[in-house]
C-alpha cells in the first residue's frame, strides 16, 4: 500500500483545513486507516483512526469534536477534516494503514501501522 497525504497549509487559528490521503497499490480500501501528527521536537501522537468499512472512528481526546474523519473507499482517499484550529495542532500530518487488512479493531500505537505517507505540514498561526 503506498499512501500519498496532502492538504497541508497554513491557516489561522480557528480556521479549518481538510487533509487527504489516498492510497494506491494493493487495495487501500480494504485497511483500516490513521493520521498521526508529530510537532518538532515532540513524539509522533495518534490523531484519529478509521476502520476499512468506515463502522467506527476513534479520536484522540484534544481533537475530539474538533476532527473528523471520512474515508471514500471508490476513490481509495480517507480525509481528516480539521476544524476550529489552535496553535498547538502545528505539526506534519501523516497518514497510515494498518499492518493487515480487515482488521477488527482501531489502534492508536504508531507500531500497529506497517504503511505510511510521506507527511503534510499544518501551520496554525496565533
Known amino acids: 500500500v503506498q499512501l500519498q497525504a496532502s492538504g497541508g497549509g ?3 487559528a ?8 489516498a492510497a494506491s497499490g494493493r ?16 513524539e509522533r ?21 474538533r476532527f473528523t474523519i471520512s474515508r471514500d473507499n471508490a476513490k481509495n482517499t480517507v480525509y481528516l477534516q480539521m476544524n476550529s484550529l489552535r496553535p498547538e495542532d502545528t505539526a506534519v500530518y501523516y497518514c497510515a494503514a494498518d499492518r ?16 505510511w505517507g510521506q507527511g503534510t505540514l499544518v501551520t496554525v498561526s496565533s
Open 14 to 21: 480557528g480556521g479549518s483545513l481538510r487533509l487527504s490521503c
Open 45 to 65: 501522537e495518534f490523531v484519529a483512526a478509521i476502520t476499512w468499512s468506515s463502522i467506527s472512528t476513534y479520536y484522540a481526546d484534544s481533537v475530539k469534536g
Open 27 to 42: 487495495t487501500g480500501s480494504t485497511y483500516n486507516m490513521g493520521w498521526f501528527r508529530q510537532a518538532p521536537g515532540k
Open 10 to 12: 497554513l491557516v489561522q
Open 100 to 115: 493487515s487488512p480487515y482488521s477488527s479493531s482501531l489502534n492508536a500505537s504508531p507500531d500497529m501501522y506497517g504503511y
